[in-house]
């Protein structure tokens, strides 16, 4: 299933500059080990913001839920998740 995820960050101002730097490893680790694995297809900044637009290819809603709950910058976001499906004026789909 394709899910198209909005995330917008907020840390604290006075979030402890270590545990700054250690969240931000573990969000920058966690994020390409999904990446890699191909669950995290594809991210992309939004320019302007602290902010990225993401596209999640995984097996269900529980599953997307599970990532979404298990990122380190979790607690700092406000999450958008917008199923996806394919579209029938795609270009793709002519050669199927």
Excluded at 2 to 16: E, G, H, I, S, T
Excluded at 29 to 42: I, N, P, R, T, V
Aim: net charge negative; charged share 20%; with cysteine.
């Amino acid at each position: 299933m394709l899910f198209a995820v909005k995330m917008d960050v907020d840390l604290p101002v006075d979030m402890d500059p270590v545990v700054k730097a250690d969240t931000l490893a573990r969000e920058k680790a966690y994020s390409q080990k999904l990446q890699q694995g191909g669950e995290w297809a594809h991210l992309w900044r939004c320019v302007g913001q602290y902010s990225n637009l993401s596209v999640f290819d995984v097996a269900d809603n529980e599953r997307l839920h599970e990532i979404l709950w298990n990122l380190p910058l979790f607690p700092y976001m406000t999450i958008e998740v917008t199923p996806l499906a394919q579209h029938p004026s795609d270009i793709a789909l002519l050669g199927s």
